[in-house]
């Protein structure tokens, strides 16, 4: 049991299982960092100036000393020191808790996240996703609540957005559940097309595709939904799949037959002022996903990206990819290998993009 108060049960999510390091107040980038695990002694949380983290109540409803954290079961355990106010677990009173990242902890009017490295990394890129403005740190919050509501398997995770969405889809699902986990896709539109890539991993059917996403995720698209969808809904609303079902729309006005708060994806024409830092973050993740350590990007490679392959952010994520897999390859043929497509496939798409062919090589030494 994780809470005395019976708060909502997220221990099913399992891709952001790693340790809570930090504490962060909701809506804002104000971190409370936790001591190493091997502390034996409490960490007091309150009001206090002894307090190990002091918090800042403008409505005076945190006590001198709140609550405090010790070690238990290798986890943090967040127990409650009868403070007035009491704290909270999704909203739910409780009297302790042992915390998983994600955990949403309130005190006072304080609602105070619990973040583990992996938790931080993907704030980082929903942050990437939707903007990172100031004024969007509260709309990343929310997207990372319904990511973990939706791999709790409570909802579906609803997608909205003018770009496909896909890429993005599979992106939170490696960064949730984990690259080894299946990813299935169910769009009996894509069946149709001859092409073994947009084949892979795809289902014109619902029920076959949801057994084979069991202890994954299924991604379908609200506007071509497979004809035994009503199945597949019935048999998650069952929970015995185990899957995590992730809908693609182009717009937020129907997300609520999915009962889901759904993240919206701004088109790419509303963040022109952030495409340079887009670019660079995508080169980051792409040669880190390759097992290599970042080359300095030449300014080359960046304006190509930016001129040729940025009308989206799944655009820019593919280029940035498919040319730092040719730089750290060396051709175009070993590339393709790596990255899972044909070197016929990867050629004719650099040329639709004005790509110069012998750059590809010539650049890292290639013949």
């Known amino acids: 049991m994780r809470a005395c108060g019976g708060a909502t049960d997220l221990s099913r999510i399992s891709a ?20 190493p695990s091997s502390t034996t002694l409490p960490t007091t949380i309150g009001v206090h100036r002894d307090c190990t983290i002091r918090l800042v109540d403008r409505s005076r409803r945190v006590s001198r000393l709140h609550a405090e954290l010790v070690r238990s079961q290798g986890m943090w355990l967040l127990r409650d020191l009868r403070s007035t106010n009491g704290v909270f677990l999704y909203g739910v009173r409780t009297t302790e808790v042992l915390l998983a990242p994600g955990d949403e902890i309130g005190i006072g009017y304080l609602t105070l996240i619990a973040e ?61 559940l984990g690259g080894a986990r299946p990813f299935v896709i169910c769009d009996p539109a894509r069946c149709q097309v001859n092409d073994p890539v947009v084949q892979r991993d795809n289902y014109d059917h619902g029920m076959p595709a949801l057994a084979s996403a069991r202890g994954g995720s299924l991604c379908v698209r609200h506007e071509r939904l497979p004809f035994d969808f009503p199945d597949v809904a019935a048999a998650l609303r069952r929970q015995h799949p185990n899957v995590q079902l992730i809908v693609c729309a182009r717009s937020t006005k129907y997300s609520a037959r999915y009962l889901s708060l759904p993240i919206s994806i701004p088109p790419l024409g509303e963040r022109l002022h952030e495409l340079d830092r887009l670019i660079e973050e995508y080169f980051r993740e792409a040669y880190a996903q390759l097992d290599t350590s970042q080359p300095s990007v030449s300014r080359e490679d960046h304006q190509w990206v930016r001129r040729h392959a940025s009308s989206s952010i799944a655009a820019i994520e593919k280029a940035t990819l498919r040319l730092a897999a040719i730089r750290v390859a060396g051709d175009v043929e070993t590339a393709a290998a790596r990255l899972g497509m044909t070197a016929i496939a990867l050629a004719r798409w650099l040329e639709r993009r004005k790509f110069p062919m012998d750059a590809a090589c010539a650049c890292c030494g290639g013949d």
């Open 16 to 35: 952001i299982d790693d340790e809570v390091i930090q504490l962060r107040e909701w809506g804002t980038d104000i971190a409370y960092q936790l001591p």
């Open 116 to 176: 583990s490295r992996r938790s931080i990394e993907l704030r980082s890129y929903m942050s990437r996703l939707l903007g990172w403005d100031p004024e969007f740190i509260e709309l990343v919050d929310l997207a990372l609540r319904s990511i973990r509501l939706a791999a709790a398997g409570s909802v579906p995770l609803v997608l909205c957005g003018e770009d496909d969405l896909l890429p993005i889809a599979r992106s939170i699902h490696r960064r949730v």
